[in-house]
Structure formats: structure tokens, C-alpha cells
């Protein structure tokens, strides 16, 4: 049927197929790295907030003055849930950083998991309802919880997929870091 020079020449063939996809995929993934660092506290205004998130959000957004931390989150996610505690224990390392909760869940979940956690009176900390899903969608949410850490001039400067140390994230939102990153 076929010689074995041709049987050869096929393989090969196809194993270069199969290569150039590979190099065509680390190529992609690469790109969209560096998109999502390009990606500013602007671009977060396309998110769908209810009314009294965007309220939230606008002044979040507005402050100057310190770093940001986006973290996309559900409310029974256990991995979500240890992020909000060290959030809390950790309270006094983040009083200059503003933290914001965002899911689509249900608000009552949402306020449930804030009052669990001691994050409702906590002024740097904000949950609020991402109502159409925008933040998985547009950002490119695979796993939560997902955070963006800002600067104070609402640039991305690091993600994390999945639960995070927070020392990886006190590292970004310290002063110093924020000072060399310029």
C-alpha cells in the first residue's frame, strides 16, 4: 500500500501539524498574558453592577491614593472563604488598599458572606453583584478566586488564578512595591 518512505514523509508531515499547533497555542497564551496586564481599572468600568455597587465602585475606582484589589469570588467557594478571612486577619496590613468582593451571586448571599467573614464594617472593603457576569467573561475568569492587584494609578500590575498567599498579595499593595513598579 504505501512504502516506507512514504509512511515517513506522512509522519512527518503530521507531526509538524501537531508541533506548529503547540507553538500557535504558547503563542496565544503569551498573548493573552500581556493583555490582561494591559488591562486598567477603566476597562473594570464595563462591569454590570447593580445601583449601589456602582456607587461603590465609582469612588473605588476614583481614589488615587492607594492600590486595588479586584477579587473575583463566590460566596461557597471554600478557597473564597479563606481569602476573606485573611483579609480580615490581615486588616491592618490593608487599611491603605481597597479591596473589592466582586460576584454573581445573589445580594443575600453576597451580605451573608460579608457579615460571616467581618467584612461588612471593615471601610476599605467593598462586596458587590456583578449582575450579567461581566467580570468572568471580559477579564477571562476561569477559576475563583481570580484578584487583580492595582496601583494607585489603576494599572494592572499582577493576577492571581486560584487561592493566593496573602503575603503574594502584601508584596504588590506595599508601598515599596508600589514606589519600584514606576
Known amino acids: 500500500m504505501f512504502s ?9 508531515i503530521f507531526l509538524s501539524f501537531i508541533l506548529f499547533g503547540c507553538f500557535i497555542t504558547q503563542i496565544i497564551k ?3 498574558k500581556h493583555r490582561d496586564l494591559n488591562l486598567s481599572m477603566n476597562d473594570v468600568e464595563k462591569l454590570e453592577l447593580d445601583k449601589d455597587s ?4 465609582k469612588n473605588f475606582q476614583q481614589n488615587s491614593t492607594y492600590s486595588k ?5 463566590n460566596p461557597d467557594c471554600e478557597h473564597c472563604q479563606q481569602e476573606a478571612i ?7 496590613d490593608l487599611k491603605n488598599v481597597y479591596l473589592f468582593f466582586v460576584a454573581n451571586s445573589k445580594s443575600k448571599d453576597i451580605s451573608d458572606f460579608a457579615e460571616k467573614f467581618k467584612l461588612k464594617n471593615l471601610k476599605n472593603v467593598n462586596l458587590v453583584k456583578d449582575t450579567k457576569n461581566i467580570l468572568a467573561d471580559s477579564f477571562g475568569v ?3 478566586p481570580t484578584i487583580f492587584i492595582y496601583n494607585k494609578d489603576n494599572q494592572l500590575i499582577k493576577r492571581f488564578d486560584g487561592e493566593t498567599k ?3 498579595i502584601l508584596k504588590y499593595v506595599s508601598p515599596e512595591y508600589s514606589s519600584a513598579a514606576k
Open 4 to 12: 516506507n518512505k512514504k509512511k515517513v514523509a506522512l509522519i512527518t
Open 142 to 144: 476561569k477559576s475563583i
Open 69 to 73: 484589589v479586584l477579587i473575583a469570588f
Open 166 to 168: 496573602i503575603d503574594a
Open 54 to 57: 456602582k456607587a461603590i465602585f
Open 86 to 92: 485573611d483579609v480580615y486577619e490581615h486588616r491592618s
Open 30 to 32: 503569551i498573548s493573552n
